[in-house]
């Protein structure tokens, strides 16, 4: 598959460069490797201060690393001229979905990236309404965005990155400011984006039972990856992961106390097996 | 009480109005407070009047609110009529007691100024009532554009606008959280003099504006991250095209100007 963006071996720190009599160096993210490819669900996990959102906004120029390198589609970071153009590629999602949204009109703000790019308004047209309609925002394209609710004006912030049509969509932590019903819609949107576009997400949250969803997790402590891999063999590592101040999915804490063989995520995948084991 | 202040009025329709290029119509309205100031004579003013009112018609937007447009400068009108009344010393005297002097021009004045502000104020009402403020910030940088030396600056500023008309909504609800909060750790805000009642205010303007720069940092991320890049190579969905409904705007504001040129030359200045 192709690799739409890499990091490698990247080091960022938030301290002055000119620091140095300080001794060491703390650094935000260290020694980070990782891979995305075309088609990618990718959960990055960790406490606050792990460098979970450091490593968001590595990822499309926003921070540029201090060592190593960040690129998207073979083009560095680091090359200015081409900021642009890694941005088109890798879209970005913030937690308030109040401070994205830039228009006092639904379509306008999601049309502002596409309007940015300097495309043709027929193009644009073309490209909100698909947007619009691929998170279910279709209807409400008229209205203000301060009139909807918090999950509403994700999926509008969600649409405004998805008409530049990237190729990865970072989201950090998205579904934070959200009650229960937003963060629904969120996830779902999300996993259609991924399942049915084809679009390589890297989804960051403290939540477990959203990580639970991604295909691989990626749990960070102090910087550094901890953890890397698919979900069920990621939790079963409990201790660890309490250690950095994490908890694993309720359904995989019960059945691993009670000793059910398997590796288990879901809700449902737990009452099988202890139904299973009751048998 | 802070939420009945709304800037930029829009009451939402689909009429002759409502659907003009908002470029046409900001021009026009414009060259409607112009002319309003030069009529002389109340034939010129009575025109401009019934013009007035056929364009109220035709937007769509009840009376009632029209006219609740003209109550926030009901002191202004006052003043200046009174003013006018006792200053202006010209034509046939009326009244001549001690001090007070007020004579036929005074009051011709008067009641021209009242006309005259009242038609301005419902003139620009009636653009803010049929044009989104969006609409009015996009037609604002599109008229300027040709001036391509300060295009750039143009549009920072219909960029500036349209932020600002996005957050006062948020900013308001920002507001309420905080008074609120404010209230339930003891802070009295409704009760002592204008002074103390200001001062009240301060634990509530401080965390508003610390918020406040908080979200622009976001919001200039958020930007930044959607590939702005100020107005070099931006392009926009909605083309603004002036359509038959322009022309037809055009054409009336320019008979009532041809009209009130005319009434002018005809008839005796009162003013």
């Known amino acids: ?279 | 009480m802070i939420k009945d202040i709304t800037i930029g009025q829009y009451f939402p329709g689909n009429s002759v109005i409502h659907r003009m290029d908002p470029r046409m119509k900001l021009v026009l309205t414009i060259v409607y407070i112009v002319i309003i100031f030069l009529c002389k004579n109340f034939w010129a003013l009575g025109l401009m009047l019934l013009s007035l009112v056929v364009m109220c018609a035709l937007s769509g937007v009840p009376a009632k609110v029209i006219l609740k447009s003209i109550k926030p400068i009901a002191i202004i009108i006052t003043f200046t009529a009174i003013l006018n009344i006792f200053y202006v010393r010209t034509g046939e005297p009326l009244l001549d007691w001690h001090f007070i002097h007020i004579t036929t021009g005074g009051v011709f004045t008067a009641v021209f100024m009242i006309i005259r502000i009242c038609a301005l104020v419902v003139a620009s009402s009636l653009l803010t009532y049929t044009t989104s403020p969006t609409q009015i910030t996009d037609g604002i940088e599109r008229l300027f554009s040709p001036l391509k030396f300060m295009r750039g600056g143009v549009h920072t500023l219909a960029m500036m606008m349209t932020i600002a008309l996005r957050f006062i909504p948020t900013l308001i609800d920002e507001f309420e959280k905080i008074t609120n909060a404010q209230k339930a750790r003891g802070a009295d805000l409704e009760t002592g003099n204008l002074v103390e009642r200001a001062k009240a205010l301060i634990p509530v303007l401080v965390p508003l504006f610390i918020t406040s720069f908080r979200r622009a940092y976001e919001l200039a991320f958020a930007m930044e991250c959607r590939c702005y890049h100020g107005a070099e190579g931006r392009t926009r969905m909605k083309i603004m095209k002036y359509s038959k409904l322009d022309a037809f705007g055009f054409l009336f504001i320019l008979f009532a100007t041809g009209g009130v040129i005319a009434l002018n030359m005809f008839f005796r200045h009162v003013v």
Not at chain 1, 232 to 240: H, K, L, R, S, T
Not at chain 1, 269 to 279: F, G, M, N, P
């Open chain 1, 1 to 279: 598959m192709e690799s739409i963006l890499k990091f490698d071996d990247v080091y960022f720190s938030y301290d002055e460069e000119t620091d140095e009599t300080q001794g060491e160096v703390h650094w935000a993210v260290s020694a980070l490797s990782l891979e995305v490819k075309r088609g990618d669900f990718i959960a990055v996990l960790g406490h606050n201060g792990s460098g979970k959102s450091t490593l968001a906004k590595l990822s499309n120029a926003i921070l540029i690393p201090d060592k190593g390198e960040v690129t998207v589609k073979g083009i560095s970071t680091k090359d200015e001229d081409r900021t642009l153009e890694i941005r088109k590629h890798v879209g970005m999602v913030f937690q308030n979905p109040d401070n994205q949204i830039v228009a006092t009109v639904v379509e306008e703000d999601v049309a502002f990236g596409p309007e940015n790019l300097g495309l043709e308004p027929a193009e644009i047209r073309e490209r909100v309404d698909d947007a619009l309609k691929a998170v279910g925002m279709y209807e409400f394209r008229e209205n203000e965005p301060h009139n909807l609710s918090g999950g509403q004006k994700q999926r509008v912030a969600i649409a405004g990155i998805l008409a530049m049509r990237p190729e990865c969509i970072v989201l950090d932590e998205s579904t934070a400011m959200l009650d229960p019903k937003g963060r629904r819609e969120v996830l779902e949107t999300v996993r259609k984006l991924h399942d049915e576009f084809g679009m390589a997400v890297v989804f960051i949250t403290h939540y477990m039972d959203e990580a639970a969803m991604a295909d691989r997790v990626i749990v960070m402590e102090q910087g550094k990856v901890l953890f890397d891999g698919a979900p069920c063999d990621v939790f079963q590592n409990v201790d660890e992961l309490r250690r950095v101040g994490l908890d694993v999915p309720q359904a995989t804490e019960l059945a691993l106390s009670l000793g059910l063989p398997g590796k288990i995520l879901t809700l449902s995948e737990c009452t099988d097996a202890i139904v299973d084991s009751l048998k």
